[in-house]
């Protein structure tokens, strides 16, 4: 697989190289990546100064160096979401200048206590309004793969960045898909978790009703279930903590759906794709369990209508709570304040409710299976500039995205956690992804199916993490 987290760990740990030569590694990797448009802000004294401190760590208290899973491995903050203290986060837009930086988050302090060393901020779509992340103050991020595709959005800065080997992990944001999408098309391993399981305090300012959380994109499913399990619980929020329920080693019911609708169709190698993780699993044992697009359509609209309500209202109240000026963002950005301004408050509760009935929806379902098999994507990851945000039209935009990812806003709607992972390659040797559901808490459920998939082999990583020893 060319490397991960867990490997540029252990080699830190076991002297084939300090922290602070990773740091080093990872810095020229981010020189040589600029053209990418990963990173959107770099603090190298920060990063090494981190670096020493780990270095110093191993040498003078080494049980508490070897306590930290990912001590002395650099990674890089999601330039919306946290905050990290030091970092100063912009929501990519030019609204706010990079200086200063709020006080780490209880997410943001759990990345520093699990050993993570800090170094910049990914590339973000201003305000994480969209599925490609190609703000207008810059850089326009694009796909390591194929620079002239896009590496998904909100979160695509940290997926090219992971996906090039400058890091072998990132901090990622998912109100719509934002882990998901840019980990499909990038692919690498990304995680929605269960609503309530990552901490989102003390200021929740990236909370959105419940439908935002935070983790990372990912080289491997190791590295995301050890991640998980570090940064999870005691979240101190408004949902009692999941709890966390024992992979299964029996027989389950794999639910299929292979068809997204005649709205949002998906093409067939991607279809192929899902149906072919399904066989996999099938030969362990599990009964298929075949879901028609019946059983989801109104879940996924309903869904759609809330993301768009949700992060309207909050974008109109952000801007009216700092001041900000209505003129300053990009002409989308303004549409959807606009379009938050003039929701009636009886239209937002009417949003919700129906948000609360597409929870119902699924766990009906999984009174049926106890995991579902999906599309992430319905094409390769799309050409630059197929998302533009120089116009007004929230209703096409929103149409777009949806036609990209058409059971994107499902899991976050519903609370359920999500995960995607490449399943082979198309002919162009983009990556085709599968995304997995299970009910609530049942994150070790999906890591366990995760992993039996990766095993596979059917996807291999383009470039080696940076550092990391042959």
Known sequence: ???DATDLAAAIR???????????ASLEATARREPLGAIAYLDAAMGFASADDRDLERRSAPDRFAA????????????????????????????????????DSDLAARFRDA???????????EFGLSLASEPAIGPVCR??????????????????AVAAGVVAIAHATDAGGSIRVPAACCGLVGLKPTRGAIPGGPSFGNHLAGIASELAVCRSVRDTALIFDRLSGKSRG?????????????????????????????DNVRLEAVEGAARALESDGHEVVPLAWADFEWAVAASGRAFADI?????????????????????????????GRALPATSLWNTLNNAVLVSRNLWTLFDRVDCILMPMLSSAPLVIGSFPSDHADTDLHLERMTAFAPLACLANISGFPALTLPFGQDEHAMPLPVQIMAPMGH????????ARLEAEGQWQHRFPVAGLPS
């Open 1 to 3: 697989m060319r490397g």
């Open 14 to 24: 076991h002297g084939s190289l300090s922290a602070a030569e990773a740091m080093q």
């Open 68 to 103: 930290r899973p990912f001590a002395g491995v650099p990674t890089l903050a999601k330039d919306l979401g946290g905050p990290f203290a030091g970092l100063p986060v912009t929501a990519g837009s030019g609204l706010f200048e990079r200086r200063g930086g709020e006080a």
């Open 115 to 125: 050993g993570f060393c800090l170094f910049g901020l990914t590339t973000s779509p």
């Open 143 to 160: 796909n390591p793969l194929d620079p002239a595709r896009t590496a998904g959005g909100s979160s695509g800065g940290a997926a090219a």
């Open 238 to 266: 408004p949902f009692p903590d999941p709890s966390p329920v024992d992979s299964d080693n029996g027989r389950l019911r794999i639910g299929l759906l292979a068809d997204t609708g005649s709205a949002y169709p998906t």
């Open 311 to 339: 992060v309207s209202v909050n974008l109109a109240a952000l801007m009216k709570a700092a001041a900000l000026d209505d003129s300053g963002p990009e002409p989308l950005t303004q549409a959807f304040a606009a379009r």
């Open 443 to 450: 994150e070790p459920r999906l890591l366990s199916l995760a």
